[in-house]
């Protein structure tokens, strides 16, 4: 266990940011199955920039990789653009 005053505040800091990056990465998971999920193009177009908007706000706090991020907005649209 930590002796020094610091150490003990990075320990309660680590966790706050811990939690809150596991709340936005699971939010983004869920906005991302919703899309593929979504079966009317009209409502996935809709939703596409608010997901993309989603994965890039993560990228920015690196709470994901700027590639994944990527790969799963080409997905996404490659989703979107085959629906009919």
């Known amino acids: 266990m930590a002796n020094h005053k610091s150490a003990l505040k990075r320990i309660r800091q680590n966790a ?4 809150r990056n596991r709340y936005y990465h699971k939010t983004a998971r869920t906005a991302v199955k919703v899309l593929r999920n979504e079966e009317d193009k009209k409502v996935a177009t809709e939703q596409l920039p608010k997901v993309i908007s989603l994965l890039d706000k993560l990228v920015k706090k690196n709470i994901i990789h700027k590639n994944k991020a990527a790969n799963l907005k080409s997905k996404l649209a490659k989703h979107v653009n085959k629906l009919a």
């Open 16 to 19: 706050v940011k811990r939690l």
